[in-house]
């Protein structure tokens, strides 16, 4: 059956069912392939997760094309259902390979951090935030030995700096304090918090902020007083810049992180 909308795709078998979307596989006329990602019917009253999905499909037009972020091919309407067509990445996700312990992730964890980077720093240039930095929205593929790294699903980022409802939306193991205390204005800072903690998972195994309990994980990661473990006690061997870097993007204080996803892939790139 062919897909509505300008694209002439024919609909393979569903990729992904979450809360908010239905990701299938199209294939177009050329062969081909491409994923039609559909906001869940359950989805069409619940307002913010309907805006959410729109405004994401939005910014990824906005932000694409670029090496290292999925490209938007369309976007629009099915009838009341908003969807979108992203390009095929043929991998899996950083998460899932971690969780597989590919040998790219212990090979190659500085390539794919810096193609990470790369990605949000070019994301917070357009005028966005993400707000749901982690492995899992980092999509990971190989071809002859090298890799390439992309980001996705925008269905939580907003334009940078804007006011917004005081409500926590993320992955909370990845948030910034400023997100756990549900400030108003959330700022490029809280991405670089939460890739300092996806860095920290890629190259030690360990969260940052662990605990008995949530409540004493998320004390740990919102107070002054509790420093993580620096990730070279974890992996002795680890670079000491990496170490450095690591750290100071995980600073509870905002403005004593990196000032800029920017700064942060110039030290990135003198590992």
Not at 107 to 118: D, N, W
Not at 163 to 179: C, D, F, I, K, L
Request: aromatic share 8%.
């Amino acid at each position: 059956m062919a897909a509505k909308g300008r694209m002439e795709l024919t609909r393979g078998r569903e990729l992904f069912k979450g809360g908010m979307a239905r990701l299938t596989l199209g294939v177009a006329p050329t062969g081909r392939q491409f994923v039609i990602r559909e906001l869940l019917r359950r989805n069409l009253f619940r307002l913010r997760l309907h805006r959410g999905f729109v405004r994401g499909t939005n910014i990824r037009v906005d932000l694409t094309p670029h090496p290292n972020i999925v490209s938007s091919a369309e976007n629009g309407y099915s009838g009341l259902l908003p969807y979108e067509v992203i390009e095929f990445v043929d991998g899996e996700s950083v998460r899932r390979c971690m969780q597989h312990r590919n040998s790219a992730i212990a090979e190659r964890s500085f390539e794919i951090l810096k193609q990470a980077a790369t990605a949000l720093a070019h994301v917070h240039e357009m005028g966005y935030i993400h707000l749901d930095v982690k492995a899992e929205n980092f999509l990971l593929s190989q071809n002859d030995g090298k890799i390439t790294v992309k980001l996705t699903d925008f269905d939580l980022s907003l334009p940078s700096g804007i006011r917004h409802s005081h409500t926590r939306s993320g992955t909370e193991a990845y948030m910034a304090p400023e997100q756990l205390r549900a400030d108003s204005v959330t700022s490029p800072a809280a991405d670089i918090f939460a890739f300092g903690v996806m860095a920290y998972n890629l190259v030690t195994g360990h969260m940052p902020f662990e605990g008995k309990s949530v409540k004493e994980r998320r004390y740990r990661q919102m107070s002054d007083s509790y420093t993580p473990v620096p990730p070279r006690e974890r992996k002795p061997d680890l670079m000491p810049h990496l170490d450095w870097l690591i750290m100071r993007c995980l600073e509870k204080d905002a403005a004593k992180r990196f000032p800029s996803m920017s700064y942060l892939c110039k030290e990135l790139a003198k590992l």
